[in-house]
């Protein structure tokens, strides 16, 4: 099956040998995203666990958006904390995304992320239509 690099401007560049997403058949499968702002400074945003969990969100949705793609199609998240903590607070601002069937998902407390961010966010989203 061929396999096809999605990328946007509307999300910040890879930092590594990795694309934004890839699609594969009816399958988007997207990087982790944390709290960069787009064309920015390359540094994260500020304003701690709240703040870094809405950019993450907002990054992950232009990449969802530019393999045409939305909050609906996501059958998949895994949530990576620096502080599982800090659950509550990245749970009811992850829930606001979802107006239909919540995906299923994975939270995972780990000891770093990259850039010392605290969330990092990544989802497979499920097309109807082949590319």
Request: proline content about 5%.
């Amino acid at each position: 099956m061929p396999k096809t690099a999605i990328t946007t401007d509307g999300a910040p560049a890879a930092i590594g040998p990795y694309s934004q997403a890839v699609r594969a058949g009816n399958l988007v499968f997207c990087s982790g995203q944390i709290a960069l702002e787009p064309g920015g400074s390359g540094e994260l945003k500020a304003g701690g666990i709240e703040a870094q969990t809405r950019q993450a969100l907002d990054n992950l949705q232009a990449v969802l958006a530019a393999a045409g793609a939305s909050w609906d199609d996501v059958v998949k998240t895994t949530i990576y904390l620096r502080d599982l903590g800090d659950f509550v607070q990245v749970n009811a601002i992850y829930s606001e995304r979802f107006s239909t069937v919540a995906p299923a998902r994975a939270t995972v407390e780990a000891s770093g992320l990259p850039k010392g961010a605290l969330v990092e966010i990544d989802a497979l989203a499920y097309l109807e239509e082949e590319p």
